[in-house]
């Protein structure tokens, strides 16, 4: 049975750099011996919440409980407490992990506490406060991840990753440890990213992204990871400039690193540079708009590439790192994803074949649902054999819920998600993405979201939600908008209504809540 982290495991590597936040960092060595430590403190204890903030102490404390075989629980620090509260009584973890001396909410504080904290000790070598002296004496270092490493199945439980909620009190999705590895290595394949590659991102770290793929991807593929800890682009310019290698991130951070190639300022030169030295550029959770792609590209000679996940599967597609970086699309499918876009009904518009062809209407205009079958999937929602059973056809297929046309070249093009972004007007089937891309095109328009209201005549009338490059708006900016996409897409895809606000409601990670705009609406 593999190792999810051969490079901590086996030694080889013990001096490299592993993690830094800030002016922090560990080698491999000795994050093998804090978190090695601390795993040994683990055992038997179920599942354990983890306050996953921006900080060393949290890589070390879900890399202490995947190498203890123990499921963690990130925790958002955001979360209100009627969030946290469900979380906490759904997983039922036995005790947290949390820096030491960071205060911790009251519905923690009847959970017995395990504080990491992580120093710099004598001749630089880290070690966990929490562990026995007589634990890591006489050790050499790196070698207590390997002392604390037990033979753990591979479809047993990892992580308990909760989903956002925007249907109800959020789900746990339970991530087998045998999907982190598959999507890790398939991203390995797809991104041809190695040991040697340097990782910067200012990614929050209770979900996917800044978690599985910003901390434990550079991990299993024994290279660095540099955490922002705050998104910045200074930041992003120093540490592209120090020699790393990869960026990560969400669209609304490549749209303030686009805002700032536009300045004309030496920071904007800087910044430009910095990118450029960049081998791969990857955004991700949301579609990133392509005036933002056009503008970075314009100023770095670097195409931004884009990859589609969800916390149930992990990571399903991307644009390949010796492929063509196409802004509206998340490229195909990864090595081990099946794949295929299906009718309302259950029958399949297009798919791929065995040999990786996709196979009928490939014309970039019939638009399905997503399904995925693979090894990166989740086992289950906890607790919730209901949900979970909903969620998959009779023969193993994921509802992932987004909907999307296939390119002939097999290449994916999400629109939107079901149950938000598919629009039924006069009988058309419309993707909200499509829309929201086009009227980001126009030189007026900052931000722009766009929903499906309930219509009379037409079924469902298209809306557009607009934050202006200046304000107030012009009154003639609303026709003008509509217009606007008729003339780019079709006259049946216009906005029928066009509002004007001074900003989207985001999450954190900065996707656009819709409810919250057709609540808005409501209360017009």
Not at 90 to 104: F, K, M, Q, W, Y
Not at 214 to 220: C, I, K, N, Q, S
Not at 233 to 250: P, Q
Not at 419 to 429: E, H, N, R, V
């Amino acid at each position: 049975m593999s190792h999810l982290f051969p490079a901590l495991v086996g030694g080889s590597v013990a001096e490299r750099p592993a993690v830094r936040f800030g002016d922090r960092s560990l080698t491999y060595g000795e994050l093998a011996d804090a978190a090695g430590g601390l795993a040994g403190r683990l055992g038997g204890a179920g599942r354990v919440a983890v306050w996953a903030t921006s900080s060393l102490e949290t890589a070390v404390a879900v890399v202490a409980a995947l190498l203890a075989g123990v499921p963690a629980v990130p925790l958002n620090p955001k979360s209100g407490e009627g969030e946290l509260g469900h979380i906490l009584a759904d997983s039922r973890p036995s005790l947290v992990l949390a820096a030491a001396g960071v205060e911790l909410p009251d519905s923690l504080r009847e959970l017995a506490r395990i504080d990491v904290e992580v120093s710099q000790g004598v001749g630089g070598t880290a070690a966990n406060r929490g562990v026995p002296q007589d634990a890591t004496e006489g050790r050499p270092a790196g070698s207590g991840a390997a002392a604390t490493f037990r033979e753990v199945p591979e479809d047993s439980a990892a992580l308990v990753v909760y989903t956002s909620g925007t249907t109800g009190p959020p789900k746990g999705a339970v991530i087998p440890r045998r999907a982190i590895a598959a999507t890790l290595d398939a991203l390995a394949d797809a991104w041809q990213w190695t040991g040697d590659d340097v990782l910067v991102h200012g990614l929050p770290l209770f979900h996917v992204h800044g978690l599985i793929l910003g901390v434990l991807g550079p991990l299993r593929r024994g290279g660095s990871l540099r955490h922002l800890g705050r998104f910045s682009t200074e930041g992003v310019a120093r540490e592209l400039n120090d020699g790393a290698t990869m960026l990560f991130g969400v669209p609304t951070m490549y749209h303030r690193l686009a805002e700032a190639l536009g300045e004309d300022t030496a920071e904007d030169v800087e910044l430009a540079k910095a990118l450029g030295r960049a081998r791969l550029l990857v955004s991700g959770s949301a579609a990133l708009p392509v005036h933002d792609h056009q503008r970075i590209t314009a100023a770095t000679g670097r195409r931004v590439i884009e990859r589609y996940g969800m916390t149930e599967t992990l990571m399903n597609t991307s644009v390949r790192a010796d492929g063509e970086p196409r802004p509206g699309t998340v490229g195909v499918p990864l090595p081990g994803v099946d794949l295929r876009l299906v009718e309302e009904d259950g029958s399949t518009i297009a798919a791929y074949d065995t040999d990786g062809v996709p196979t009928g209407a490939t014309d970039g205009d019939h638009v399905g649902e997503i399904q995925v079958r693979g090894p990166n999937l989740f086992t289950e929602y906890l607790n919730r054999p209901d949900a979970t059973a909903a969620a998959f056809t009779e023969d193993g297929w994921f509802r992932t819920g987004d909907m999307a046309t296939l390119d002939a070249d097999g290449y994916v093009r999400i629109v939107g998600r079901k149950a938000t972004d598919l629009i039924k007007s006069g009988g058309y089937k419309i993707g909200a993405g499509e829309i929201e891309n086009a009227l980001l095109e126009h030189p007026a328009v900052r931000e722009a979201a766009v929903t499906g209201e309930p219509d009379d005549d037409l079924g469902e009338r298209i809306v557009a939600w607009v934050v202006p490059n200046s304000a107030p708006a012009p009154a003639a900016l609303g026709p003008e908008l509509s217009d606007h996409v008729a003339r780019r897409l079709a006259p049946h895809k216009r906005p029928r209504v066009v509002h004007f606000l001074d900003a989207l409601p985001r999450n954190d990670m900065g996707k656009i809540l819709k409810r919250a705009l057709r609540k808005t609406e409501e209360d017009q």
